[in-house]
């Protein structure tokens, strides 16, 4: 199996092409105004995008009130990790392990947060090597904040 961790940020439509609809919606008509406080980093295997995600170094328009009240990361050398998808026909293979792995060997002193909506991936971040830090007082829509450092 040959993987390789490739900055896409210059060619975003690998990545786009991979996410479901509503992700795709989410991000591709604000996708000039986020491009220059992002990167998009894909991992491929034999040329086929597997998995994905973004690396913001600012705020996004449309963050959460939860995660705007942790803006104070940023300015702690943070960068701010979201929309990590691997497709549904190639779960089950540590694809989204490999891909933090990967971004995060390829600068080890780099610090990150996170925030997730569903509860279940806890315990994925947390194998992976993030600390819960908190989670959103909201118990319609609670969030949960990560860190790795």
Do not use: C
């Not at 406080?37 to 998995?51: G, H, R, T």
């Not at 300015?75 to 979201?82: R, V």
């Amino acid at each position: 199996m040959n993987i390789q961790f490739i900055n896409a940020t210059e060619n975003p439509e690998q990545f786009f092409n991979i996410l479901p609809e509503d992700w795709q919606a989410l991000i591709v008509p604000y996708w000039d105004s986020y491009k220059d406080a992002a990167k998009i980093y894909v991992l491929k295997e034999n040329e086929e995008v597997v998995a994905g995600g973004l690396v913001f170094s600012k705020s996004l328009p449309d963050m959460s009130d939860f995660e705007r009240s942790q803006q104070h990361l940023f300015s702690e050398g943070y960068l701010y990790i979201g929309f990590i998808w691997v497709p549904e026909h190639k779960r089950n293979r540590q694809l989204a392990s490999q891909w933090l792995t990967l971004l995060k060997k390829q600068n080890p002193a780099q610090k990150y947060w996170l925030t997730i909506e569903e509860e279940w991936l806890k315990h994925f971040y947390e194998k992976n090597g993030f600390v819960l830090m908190g989670e959103s007082d909201d118990a319609d829509e609670k969030e949960w904040l990560f860190t790795f450092s």
